[in-house]
């Protein structure tokens, strides 16, 4: 059993008119939205290059950590006296921890530059966003 439609007697734009919405410019909302696109794509760039950037500084890190290692394992195994070991030991130790700590420092450096990229590119076009839509309201308006 069909049902009728019961919206198909209903002219909806006689209610818009007396509802004076806004008429909007189409074209200025589908190049908003184009803007907008472009923007995520610039954001998805500059985020993947960051994350390019740390991954290859991270690779380095790690190829050059095994090298020393292996540095330091035959430096060990070279040295006669314990006490001589003991102190090479401590002093390598250190040297570790210090360039640990200064490799954490230019990763997170590496980082806070993407992510300002980043944000720097969705905030600009934030803010153009917001003036487009005040543009459209106010020749709307007009």
Known sequence: MA???PFAAVDFSKYMAEMKVPMF???KVVAAQQKNLDALTAVNK???AGARQVF???VAIARDNVAELTEILQALAAEG???AKVARQAELTKEGYERAVANLKELNAVMAKANNAVFDLLSKRF???LDEVKGLV???AK
Request: cysteine-free.
């Open 3 to 5: 049902t009728a439609n």
């Open 138 to 140: 106010e020749s709307a």
């Open 25 to 27: 410019d189409v074209n």
């Open 56 to 58: 290859e500084r991270q």
């Open 81 to 83: 006296a314990p006490d």
């Open 46 to 48: 500059a985020a993947a």
């Open 127 to 129: 803010v153009e966003g």
